[in-house]
T-cell receptor
Framework: QQPVQSPQAVILREGEDAVINCSSS?????VHWYRQKHGEAPVFLMI?????EQKGHDKISASFNEKKQQSSLYLTASQLSYSGTYFC???????????FGAGTRLFVKA | EAQVTQNPRYLITVTGKKLTVTCSQN?????MSWYRQDPGLGLRQIYY???????DKGDVPEGYKVSRKEKRNFPLILESPSPNQTSLYFC????????????FGAGTRLSVL
């Protein structure tokens, strides 16, 4: 039931782009994205509700394809501050809890 | 300041010695959860509560207890800790189910010897 995130890890140079994917086998009501820096708590980035919308937050945006039960997080022109572990959290239709993926470790180097 | 407060931040204990990790939120959120985080496994939900006196099991509830007597507090109880409960624990709250944006506490790193 845990959503599957890919890739597990990615290394970028400053200014490069990255895409992180999150896939579920269940019908989803919403997908959330969080970033966790080393030694800190996860911090909410954005939420996508079913409807296939795309959201943006500075140079970080995300999409949600409810037919495929997939979401993608897009990081463009990456900065050193983007380094961390990214988690997707999913709420299934009719469910009462958020289930998180195993995370994608992102490292941006100068 | 809106926040979720967990205590203690670090705890070392021995097998079988009961312990409680406290969690308090000041945002009047209905929904609260406990997660454990282990390398490669992400955040796994232990228990959650949809409101006062309403709690339910998450994905990994064995060996844990919770209570929700007040809206702001959601303590996690380990009645007889074992080494496999060594982990990083997070408490989180959210406004409501269906718009379940989670606000996390700073975490409690527990070691059970």
């Amino acid at each position: 039931q845990q959503p599957v995130q890919s890739p597990q890890a990615v290394i970028l140079r400053e200014g490069e782009d990255a895409v992180i994917n999150c896939s579920s086998s269940k019908a989803l009501y919403s997908v959330h994205w969080y970033r966790q820096k080393h030694g800190e708590a996860p911090v909410f980035l954005m939420i996508l509700l079913k409807g296939g919308e795309q959201k943006g937050h500075d140079k970080i945006s995300a999409s949600f394809n409810e037919k495929k039960q997939q979401s993608s997080l897009y990081l463009t022109a990456s900065q050193l501050s983007y380094s961390g572990t990214y988690f997707c959290g999913t709420e299934i239709v009719g469910g009462f809890k958020t289930i998180f993926g195993a995370g994608t470790r992102l490292f941006v180097k100068a | 300041e809106a926040q979720v407060t967990q205590n203690p931040r670090y705890l070392i204990t021995v097998t079988g010695k009961k312990l409680t990790v406290t969690c308090s939120q000041n945002m009047n959120h209905e929904y609260m959860s406990w997660y454990r985080q282990d390398p490669g496994l992400g955040l796994r939900q232990i228990y959650y509560s949809m409101n006062v006196e309403v709690t339910d099991k998450g994905d990994v509830p064995e060996g844990y207890k919770v209570s929700r007597k007040e809206k702001r507090n959601f303590p996690l109880i380990l009645e007889s800790p074992s080494p496999n409960q060594t982990s990083l624990y997070f408490c989180a709250s959210s406004l409501r189910q269906g718009l379940n944006i989670q606000y996390f506490g700073a975490g409690t790193r527990l070691s059970v010897l």
